[in-house]
């Protein structure tokens, strides 16, 4: 995870990783929740973004992929500390 200013002054928060197929079977779509907190554990924003789809080519066994996820609309109120990363959907081609 990285910020940094984008020409409009704005903060842009980076997540980047990757992800594997461990399994036998090639995935078309993976989708996470990425699930942001403030100071007090309260939620501040939660969205589901795409890590892996049908476009991007999907994810064959045995393969991995990194993925970039940039946020520009986080809260003020967020407590800068890596948000949750859940995973929200799966589908096999």
């Not at 020409?7 to 079977?25: H, L, M, P, T």
């Not at 476009?55 to 064959?60: A, D, S």
Request: aromatic share 10%.
């Amino acid at each position: 995870m990285k910020a940094s200013e984008s020409y409009f002054k704005q903060v842009v928060v980076e997540i980047s990783g990757k992800i594997g197929n461990a399994g036998d079977r090639d995935l078309g779509m993976v989708e996470i929740y990425c699930v942001f907190h403030d100071t007090y554990g309260q939620l501040v924003l939660r969205k589901r973004l795409p890590i892996v789809s049908e476009r991007m080519g999907g994810l064959k066994p045995g393969e991995t992929k990194s993925f970039r996820l940039p946020f520009d609309e986080i809260p003020e109120s967020w407590n800068h500390v890596m948000p949750q990363l859940v995973i929200a959907g799966i589908k096999f081609s």
